[in-house]
């Protein structure tokens, strides 16, 4: 309940910066109508970014992936007593 509280409040804040620079002059009136715009596309650019990072940064696990590779031949072993063809490595 608190994220969307502060999602609610940031929304808000926003509306009124927008809607000031629509009232006052000091932005020209043509740039202000296309900010909720820019914001869509900023926020759309910062979450690629942030994907981005997420996968340049994505942790390896060489031991997890030699306990991978022992359950493999684990349950290839099984399958092939009791029948099952698995195929050949």
């Not at 620079?21 to 926020?43: D, G, M």
Request: contains cysteine; glycine residues 8%; neutral net charge.
């Amino acid at each position: 309940m608190k994220h969307i509280l502060k999602i609610m409040a940031l929304v808000v804040v926003v509306a009124g910066l927008w809607i000031s620079l629509l009232q006052t002059s000091v932005v020209p009136r043509s740039y202000t109508w296309l900010l909720p715009v820019y914001l869509i596309i900023s926020l759309g650019c910062y979450g690629l970014l942030m994907v981005g990072i997420g996968l340049i940064l994505f942790p390896t696990c060489p031991q997890e992936a030699v306990l991978l590779q022992k359950d493999i031949v684990e349950a290839k072993e099984f399958l092939t007593s009791r029948g099952v063809d698995v195929g050949s490595d």
